[in-house]
């Protein structure tokens, strides 16, 4: 089916760093969604948009819903230990039945 | 309560069993939704209820038979599954008819022997 363009595919974080990650789309997508997935567990729900242009900040966490409405970036600032795991971007439209439509995700891993 | 509960949280099961996996839920959601992940990928939709009706399959083989007893409970039923089926099974819920996102399950991690 439908997927999201997520990038990087993985990146290595030192603590005390920020980092970035982003979602496209050739489609438009209602709401956006940003999910965290650590190892035998299921998705939790960082950060969800509902406008475009919105910007939305959760703790260390900040994600905006692009303007064009097909693309939106996380970022997260002072990275720490706890930060590693999956992040997972997912879109929504009304047209589609509120079904989600997820990216591929970004692996977060530790620098040796 | 703002959880989704899933039971077992592992199962290892024969080709030849008969097994099921337990969803429930609290927070009033009318739709409710089976995922199947793999490893390293995101999860991908199978079935969807929407007030207790199935809405969507997404072409699941039949050894694979969901069922939705009543607002707060989902189950999947499992039969003469195949090594390949192994994954680790979601299950989330949200409000109907809005965008608001999915409360996930911690998921059954299956193991097909």
């Known amino acids: 089916g439908q997927q999201l363009n997520q990038s990087p595919q993985s990146m290595f974080i030192q603590e005390g760093e920020d980092v970035s990650m982003n979602c496209t789309s050739s489609s438009i997508f209602n709401t956006w969604l940003w999910y965290k997935q650590d190892p035998g567990e299921g998705p939790v729900l960082l950060i969800a948009l509902y406008k475009a242009g919105e910007l939305t900040s959760n703790g260390r966490l900040t994600a905006q819903f692009g303007i064009t409405r097909k693309d939106s970036f996380l970022n997260i600032s002072a990275s720490i230990p706890s930060d590693v795991g999956i992040y997972f971007c997912a879109g929504q439209r009304r047209a589609a039945g509120n079904k989600l439509t997820f990216g591929g995700g970004t692996r977060v891993l530790v620098k040796p | 309560d703002t959880e989704v509960t899933q039971t077992p949280k592992h199962l290892v099961m024969g080709m030849t069993n008969k097994k099921s996996l337990k969803c429930e839920q609290h927070?009033?959601?009318?739709?409710m939704y089976w995922y199947k992940q793999k490893a390293k990928k995101p999860p991908e939709l199978m079935f969807v209820?929407?007030?207790?009706?199935?809405?969507i399959n997404e072409s699941v083989p039949s050894r694979f038979s969901p069922e939705c007893p009543n607002s707060s409970l989902l189950n999947l039923h499992l039969h003469a599954l195949q090594p390949e089926d192994s994954a680790l099974y979601l299950c989330?819920?949200?409000?109907?008819?809005?965008?608001?996102?999915?409360?996930f399950g911690s998921g059954t991690r299956l193991t097909v022997v």
């Open positions: 989330a819920s949200s409000q109907t008819g809005a965008d608001y996102g999915y409360t």
């Open positions: 927070m009033g959601h009318r739709a």
């Open positions: 209820y929407s007030y207790e009706k199935l809405s």
